[in-house]
C-alpha cells in the first residue's frame, strides 16, 4: 500500500439538528481551521433517501490528532456518529494540482457491529468473491473508486464505492446490488466532483486491506 490518508464521515439522521446544513458547514469550516494545509478535502455529502446529509473530510495521516480534536469539538459532536480509518491515499483528487474531477454517488456501509467482523469471516470472504466476480463488472464503466474501511489489521468495519449514473434511480439500482450490505445497511449519498480520483476496479479481494488501523476508528 501506497501513503495513507485519514478519512473522516459524519452521516445526519432526519430530525436531531435544527438546521442541517448550517451546523454541516460550520463543522466544515473548523475542520478546515483544525487541519489547515494537511487538509486534502472537506466536503458535504448530499443526501439521496430522506436520511439526512453527512460529510467527508481527508486529511494527510499527520494529521490524525487534529480529526480527533475536531470530532470532540465539532458543533455535530453529540449528535453524529463517526467513522473514521485510513484509505490509500492515491484514491484520493489533490485539490493542489488536480482540477474538476467525477461527480457521482457515493455508497457507504458503516458497520456498527462491536467487534467488527474479521476479514476472514465466511461472511465477508463471500462479499469479497461476489463484488470480485460480478458487482464491480456490473458498475463497469461507471467506477470512480472503491476499497474497505477497516477497524484494525484484521476486522472489517464496512465499504465504500464511489461510481457515476445516469439518473438517481440507476444510483439506487447499483447501490442496492452491493454485496456489503449483507454486513450493514448501505447509505446512498451525492458525492461532489474532486474528492475521489477515478481508479481500475481492484484486481483481487488482497486489495481490500488497506490503511492498517493508522487512522484508528473509533467506537
Not at 459532536?77 to 484520493?92: H, N, P, Q
Not at 457507504?108 to 467488527?116: F, M, N
Not at 461510481?163 to 450490505?181: K, N, V, Y
Request: glycine share 10%.
Amino acid at each position: 500500500m501506497g501513503k495513507t490518508a485519514c478519512l473522516l464521515i459524519h452521516l445526519g439522521a432526519p430530525g436531531p439538528l435544527e438546521s442541517p446544513e448550517e451546523e454541516t458547514e460550520q463543522h466544515l469550516l473548523m475542520a478546515r481551521e483544525l487541519v489547515g494545509d494537511a487538509l486534502l478535502h472537506a466536503v458535504a455529502l448530499g443526501d439521496v433517501d430522506g436520511f439526512g446529509a453527512g460529510a467527508l473530510v481527508v486529511a494527510e495521516k499527520q494529521a490524525a490528532k487534529d480529526l480527533q480534536s475536531l470530532i470532540d469539538r465539532s458543533p455535530l459532536a453529540s449528535l453524529c456518529r463517526w467513522w473514521r480509518a485510513g484509505v490509500d491515499r492515491s484514491l484520493f483528487c489533490d485539490p493542489r494540482t488536480d482540477q474538476g474531477g467525477v461527480e457521482g454517488f457515493l455508497e457507504l456501509v458503516l458497520d456498527p457491529a462491536d467487534p467488527p467482523v474479521p476479514f476472514d469471516d465466511p461472511t465477508v470472504v463471500g462479499i469479497m468473491q461476489d463484488q470480485h466476480a460480478w458487482y464491480l463488472s456490473l458498475v463497469g464503466p461507471r467506477h470512480i473508486t472503491c476499497g474497505a474501511f477497516i477497524a484494525d489489521a484484521v476486522r472489517a468495519a464496512g465499504s465504500f464505492i464511489a461510481f457515476s449514473a445516469s439518473s438517481t434511480q440507476e444510483a439506487r439500482w447499483l447501490a442496492a446490488l452491493d454485496p456489503w450490505r449483507r454486513v450493514a445497511p448501505g447509505r446512498l449519498m451525492r458525492l461532489p466532483a474532486g474528492v475521489f480520483s477515478r481508479q481500475a476496479p481492484p484486481a483481487g479481494p488482497g486489495t481490500q486491506r488497506m490503511g492498517s488501523g493508522i487512522c484508528g476508528l473509533p467506537g
